[in-house]
């Protein structure tokens, strides 16, 4: 398939029906804002972890793929083990690093509110402001 610079190639909360192999030019995953050159597959996530379209999808420049159905991409994982192992790997790497990358979210805004908490309290308190009604 053959795509222009700045075309969509799939949504965040499309349906999965298809992976895309990069053959020439550039995708750009707008979600992480993530670059993807020649030899990368796109889409294989979301039907390995049988969701909805997890990111959205760009062309960085004119860009041709080979694309392949979401029937004849599980027959491929079937078929050869070998490349089904290779992807899922990959996959599940990426699915523990979009966990963490998460948690450690969590985690700094959580310290920032409990941070902004406990300066507004201090304020508070010098100025002696009853902030306990």
């Known amino acids: 398939m053959r795509f222009d610079k700045d075309d969509i190639i799939f949504e965040r909360g499309d349906k999965a029906r298809e992976i895309f192999l ?21 889409g294989q996530d979301d039907i390995i972890f049988q969701r909805d379209r ?3 999808y760009r062309a960085g420049t004119e860009l041709y793929t ?19 192992a290779e992807i899922l790997e990959e996959s599940n790497l990426r699915q523990q690093y ?7 979210y969590k985690s ?17 308190m010098e100025r ?3 902030v306990q009604k």
């Open 22 to 42: 990069n053959v020439r030019g550039e995708v750009v995953n707008i979600n992480t804002n993530r670059n993807f050159t020649y030899g990368h597959i796109i």
């Open 54 to 56: 997890a990111n959205t």
């Open 66 to 84: 080979l694309r392949l159905e979401r029937d004849i991409f599980e027959k491929m994982l079937k078929e050869f083990p070998d490349i089904k």
């Open 98 to 104: 979009t966990r963490n990358q998460t948690q450690t």
């Open 108 to 124: 700094i805004v959580n310290k920032e509110a409990k941070f902004i908490v406990r300066k507004f309290n201090e304020v508070a």
């Open 128 to 130: 002696n402001y009853d």
